[in-house]
C-alpha cells in the first residue's frame, strides 16, 4: 500500500510540473501547478468515521455520482493543507536556488 501512496504522490508531482511547463507566463503556472498539485495530493477519509483514506479528487466524483453526500467542506480541509505544503516546499526550492545562484544560462 505504501508503493501506491509514493507512486500517486510522484505522479502528481510530475503532472503538476508538465502543467507548470504549459505557461509561457511562469508565475501564473506557479499558481495553477501549486493548485493542481494541491488538489490531486490531498487525502481524506473514504467518509466519516472510517479509517480508509482515498484521494480527495475520487472523494469528490464518488459523492457527486454514486454514494451519499457527507458535505464537501470536510475536504477543504485537506485541500488547504495540501495547497499550503506545497507552496511552501515550492517557495523553499525557489529560495535555495536564488541562493545558490542557479540560474538559466543565456547563450
Known amino acids: 500500500?505504501?508503493?501506491?501512496?509514493?507512486?500517486?504522490?510522484?505522479?502528481?508531482?510530475?503532472?503538476?510540473?508538465?502543467?507548470?511547463?504549459?505557461f509561457s507566463y511562469r508565475k501564473l503556472g506557479f499558481i495553477f501547478s501549486i493548485t493542481l498539485f494541491a488538489?490531486?495530493?490531498?487525502?481524506?477519509?473514504?467518509?466519516?468515521?472510517?479509517?480508509?483514506?482515498?484521494p480527495i479528487t475520487s472523494i469528490l466524483f464518488l459523492e457527486n455520482t454514486i454514494i451519499e453526500s457527507n458535505g464537501y467542506l470536510r475536504l477543504f480541509?485537506?485541500?488547504?493543507?495540501?495547497?499550503?505544503?506545497?507552496?511552501?516546499?515550492s517557495l523553499l526550492y525557489v529560495l535555495i536556488r536564488r541562493r545558490l545562484g542557479f540560474k538559466k544560462r543565456k547563450d
Open 77 to 89: 480541509r485537506p485541500f488547504l493543507i495540501s495547497l499550503f505544503v506545497g507552496t511552501f516546499f
Open 39 to 54: 488538489i490531486l495530493s490531498g487525502v481524506w477519509f473514504i467518509y466519516p468515521g472510517s479509517q480508509e483514506l482515498a
Open 1 to 22: 500500500m505504501l508503493f501506491f501512496w509514493i507512486l500517486y504522490f510522484v505522479l502528481s508531482l510530475l503532472i503538476s510540473f508538465a502543467f507548470y511547463k504549459l
